[in-house]
Structures are given as structure tokens and as C-alpha cells.
């Protein structure tokens, strides 16, 4: 058994890039440049910015549905960002140079698994907690700040 890493898409934030500042205030959101690289992920090609890159800065709700999970966290999205599609059992850079809070989720959206790893342990982590078949999905988040990052299925 192996995982796959899902990036957030793109078609989801694709309307907000023609929006003036008014109305990206309205909907939790701001233009920021990126002041270093690496340390302004894109969640939707999960990979850091460029120094001096566009990335848009939104509230994002990475966890919906009726639990008292329910979550959204702000997430990073570069302006001229390509969809991310890792292939079964990668761990983009993005993610395996960070500490990673990983949290693993039931059918109901019922916390059943986590831990704090370092990037490099992601991998072994994400078999670990997939094998057990009361776990429907696992989310990566950057651990320092909670921000969310990606999710990971079964491949």
C-alpha cells in the first residue's frame, strides 16, 4: 500500500486573482509577496514561492462537515502557481524540508491518529497511519505555525 499527496486546486482560488483589495477583503483575503525562499508554500503547487513572488493569502476551510473537527486555517496560493499532482508514495520538498503536524481522520471526520514529524519521516508516517483502514484521509500541516498543507488518500 502506498499514499498519495493531494495539493489543493487551483479552480478553487482561480476566481479571486482578478479581484481588486475591496473585494478580497470581503472574502478573508490579502496580496502578499513572498520575502524569502523557501517559507511561503503554495498550497496549490506545493512548492515554496520565489523571493518577490505573488501569492494571494486566504482563509481556506480545509475541513468541513459536521464534526467538531471542522477547521480553516489561512493558506498560501501563488498568483502563477501549476497544479501540483505528485505521483503515488512522493513527498514534495515543499513538505518533506518542514516539520509536519500529521493528523490522520475517520469516515466521520473523527480524529483517530496524529503526530509531529520531521519532512523526511512524512513518508513512513503517512504508510503507517493508511494502513490502519479506520483512517479515511490524512492532513499535513506546517507544524510551527498550524497552517494546513496538504492531504494524503490511499493511492
Known sequence: MTF???ALPRETFAPLFGLDETALATRRAVWRIAESSPGWPCRVSLADADKGERL?????EHLGGATPYRASHAVFVRETAPQARPEPGDVPDVIGRRLISVRAFDGDWMMVGADVVEGGAVAATLETMLADRAVAEVHLHIARPGCYLARATRA
Do not use: E, P
Not at 494571494?56 to 481556506?60: G, K, T
Open 4 to 6: 498519495q499527496i493531494h
Open 56 to 60: 494571494l493569502l486566504v482563509n481556506h
